[in-house]
RNA sequence: GCGGUCAUAGCUCAAUGGUAGAGCACUUCUCUGUGGAAGAAGUGACGAGGGUUCGAUUCCCUCUGAUCGCCCCA
């Protein structure tokens, strides 16, 4: 309180006679519209205690009236005065409190609240059921990691790493990010735990969140939820087929329309000469390409494959492409894939810019988009076609890069909030929550006490129960029973509370009927049939 | 990190250089023990800070946030 005080009279040595003036114009103006908001509230309390009809509660409201116009008589501008005051004392205040506490979700952070929750629950109901039926198995893997974890297996020259990290010291000095990808950690973890003595390869699921630091948009948050697949320990073809199977059996059963985006990228060893004879391409028609795709040239040269830009793109469907340089090796492996996937009829796009950002990348890479030419249309377009749904790839290096054996392995991840945000745009139904059966209703303290009781015992009987009894008038437990589309409902008063029974109604026919209390079970499962 | 658009009640939207309205939602009442209907009333907002002005929610600037695009990615 001092501080301000001091600051106030610091304000006003500071500001001239003329802004000193103003001021108190300022306050003048601010008291003449308080009065007459204050008088204008009076008139309508006024208004409203004549019209109030029942009379206890007029009787109470009448005294209050009679005690504001006995005082209303000495001094009523002090009053006012002293109330206006003591009103901007506590705005002041709230306005320091929120201040000093920023009341608000951080930047790309996001609720995911129960009416978005559905969909979430559907969408990983689907993942883990078609998981398990595969075969995978659950592990959870810590949020917080080395940064170093990543630096070796993401790449240090990705944005990923380089940018968008959130990264601090812990409380024992070590360099710590929160995650922004999943394969790493399974990586580890795989190693860590040996388990390259069990039976290969090892199928590997998990589900949660991960933290990019970047800016916000469409379908893109700082922390952000992924369903992943992992098969570690085997470089057989069928793998990475039977990966992209799943994937379109997974948007089949979402009834999303999606279309899978395939390409190989060799092995390191091939990689090279096609990476040195792609630069050399484009050094000589540099002077054509975008500025974005100069940096790319020195960074990542694939990566301008991947450019939208209508120059470059002249360009590039000339230039020489990855699937005619394979060695035979990776040729032969990625004919095979693709004979898997015609055999068990996936549907594909071959694509041969398709490049991903992350280093590990080894041969079969795949990407999921969706699929909605017409819809796209109608909704001018609004959303690019750069979101894909999910993605993956074989990444055979990663787990020797990281200090393990030779380990070949391949794997996926899905975007949950791009795939939610696509069920919403492609307006697919979710399944809702089953409704409650039955509503239970009280009036009075004895039967809401009973009300309670048999809460409890019908729970316990497995019904799906609704009941607000924070509401005291049955009017309002009837309308919220009636919106929650219960069919039956049971009331439950003073006298049924003594007798012990309970009044069932049927909410379509609006028939009642009383039952003892212990038969309630009986008589609810006989009519919920 | 760069650029465009936007910011009014819980939601969807109005109006205005003189401190703000509606619909839905919520609460209450008409109806102190009975839902679907109707009527009445109530709660509730100009994102934050500065400037111009007698006066700014409106005009200008800064910040914050949202949104879209670029970069990159899921």
Redesign the pocket.
Known sequence: MPKKKILKKKKKSLVTKVATK?LK??KV??K???L??LKK?KQ?KK??LN????KK?TQVRKTSVRKTRVKRVPGLGQRLTRAKIILEKEKEEQ?EL??KF?L???????DILPEKMRYWDHVIKKLVELSESYGFKKIILPIIERRELFERATGMT???VE??MYQFKDRAGNQVVLRP?FTPGAARAYIEHGMFSLPQPVKLFYFGP?F?Y?????????Q???FGLEVIGSEKPVIDAQLILFSQTLFNNLDLKINIQVNSLGCLECRKPYRSKLVNYFKHKKRWL?P?CH??LI??PL?IL????GSCQKLIQQAPQLVDNLCDDCQDHFVKTLEYLDEANVVYSLNPYL????DYYTRTVF??WPNRSQTDKETN????S???????GRYDNLIEGLGGRLTPASGL???I??IVEELKIQEIRVPKVRPPQIFI?Q??EK?SRRALKIFNELRQERFKLAE?FA?????????????L?VKL?L???????LDKTV?I??????N?EIVDQDKVAKELKKRLK
């Open positions: 103003k114009k300022k103006f601010k003449l519209s308080f007459s908001k509230t309508k208004k409203r019209k109030v009809g029942s509660k306005k929120l201040k920023e608000h979700i951080l930047r790309g952070m996001q990705t944005d990923v940018k968008q990808e991960l990019r970047e800016r916000p948009q469409a379908g893109r948050y700082r952000f939820h992924q975008c974005d940096r790319r960074k990542n990566r991947d450019c939208q830009k490049v991903r950002g992350l990407e999921l377009n609004s959303f690019g750069q979101s894909a749904l999910g993605g993956g991840a899905y975007g909030e791009r209703a009036i009075g039967a607000n509401k005291d008038s049955l009017k309002a437990q009837m309308e919220i029973a009636h919106k589309g409902t009331i439950i008063g003073q006298q049924e509370a009044i109604r049927d909410m379509n026919t609006g009642q």
